[in-house]
């Protein structure tokens, strides 16, 4: 499932999708902003949702740590010493209990 729209707080005006979510125990929500699929590679490149993709599946059924820590590592390979030009959030829920 995938729900996206406008950065909240942009436009006081703005208009959002309204979505109920069920987690499973060990189930993970991941909210990102589009600095995360923009990161660039030396050849200008970005980053893209397959790619997040790829690095998420590396991780399934660990924690919301491991997960972050892991995306955060495949984003600074894929980039090297290309600088950042937008801001990079990234946010994951996970459940754990029943």
Known sequence: MCTGGLALGVLAEADY????????KGDSMVMFSDG????LDHEQEPFGERRLLDAL???HGQSAA???GTVTAALGKYAGTEPAFD???LVVVKRNAD
């Open 57 to 59: 599946g590396q991780v």
């Open 87 to 89: 801001d990079l959030t």
């Open 66 to 68: 491991q997960l972050i």
């Open 17 to 24: 999708a309204q979505e109920t979510v069920s987690l499973a």
């Open 36 to 39: 995360v699929t923009d990161v």
